[in-house]
């Protein structure tokens, strides 16, 4: 499977709501805990039903996920982001991995903008919402920018990833 059959199982989720405290479909396929934040579980459930368990950490985590993509030297710029990267936000400035989208569209350089799929977003509360939206995220609030491992060759060729 490929960067393209995530992002399509991703965006075929956008609308979906969650029940009452949390209550989301996605924990049971990741294997997490259900009724607690959940952006990162719906990035872990989709890599999964896509067969690219290997390509992130299965993690409810995000802040985890932050860190296998330090250790594994797949942070990159984030004027350099993808379509297929994940997405480390920091609503806050707290210098927290606060929430985790999936990006559909290469950043926007000239409006520093980049359009991602996330779960457990909304309006009320981007970083701990009550669904699965298409969103269009500003530079400001990237805090790291992730590429996995893909399976599809030449996934990361010719990129710099930063240490």
Not at 124 to 138: D, I, P
Request: charged share 20%.
């Amino acid at each position: 499977m490929s960067k393209d059959k995530v992002i399509e199982l991703a965006v075929l989720e956008a609308g979906y709501v969650e029940g009452s405290n949390n209550l989301n479909k996605f924990a049971p396929v990741a294997g997490h805990a259900n009724n607690q934040p959940w952006c990162n579980t719906f990035i872990s459930a989709i890599f999964i039903q896509a067969g690219l368990h290997s390509a992130i950490p299965i993690t409810a985590s995000c802040a985890k996920t932050l860190a296998w993509g330090i250790k594994n030297k797949r942070i990159i710029q984030t004027e350099k982001a993808k379509r297929g990267d994940l997405l480390i936000f920091d609503f806050t400035k707290s210098g927290q991995a606060q929430h985790i989208g999936l990006a559909v569209d290469n950043f926007n350089v000239e409006k520093k903008t980049i359009h991602t799929i996330e779960g457990n977003t909304g309006e009320k509360s981007q970083a701990n919402g009550e669904g699965v939206y298409l969103k269009t995220r500003s530079k400001d609030f990237i805090k790291a920018v992730i590429r996995p491992l893909y399976e599809t060759p030449g996934a990361t060729q010719g990129e710099k990833v930063i240490k």
